[in-house]
């Protein structure tokens, strides 16, 4: 069984910077897309970020300019850099990767950004 691993995560003060990764502990095929999506409490999940296999970026518009989302083909694994980061994008960031058959799903990384 194939599973998301993620990292970086943590309490930043405004302003500051972080990276998060994400790494499949196996191989998938056929990936479709990868990405970063993220979560508050009493809201559903959003997208923040999406990478698709053609290489096309799509991000929220309340992280443009501020987070780069790339990934690495060869180890199955897609980062999320953010900067400028706000209290508003507190949340719990989840990586996602879409693959022929099915989407795979990380278990989240928290991330508070104290103003």
């Known amino acids: 069984q194939v599973q998301l691993v993620e990292s970086g995560g943590g309490l930043v003060q405004a302003g500051g910077s972080l990276r998060l990764s994400c790494a499949a502990s196996g191989r998938i095929f056929s990936i479709n897309r990868m990405g970063w999506y993220r979560q508050v409490p009493g809201k559903q999940r959003e997208p923040v970020a999406v990478?698709?296999?053609?290489?096309?970026?799509s991000y929220d518009d309340s992280v443009k300019g501020r987070f780069t989302i790339s990934r690495d083909n060869a180890k199955t694994a897609v980062y999320l850099q953010m900067n400028s980061l706000k209290p508003e994008d507190t949340a719990v960031y989840y990586c996602?990767?879409?693959?022929?058959?099915?989407?795979?799903w990380g278990k989240g990384t928290l991330v508070t950004v104290s103003s």
């Open positions: 996602n990767i879409a693959g022929l058959f099915r989407d795979y």
């Open positions: 990478i698709t296999s053609g290489g096309s970026i």
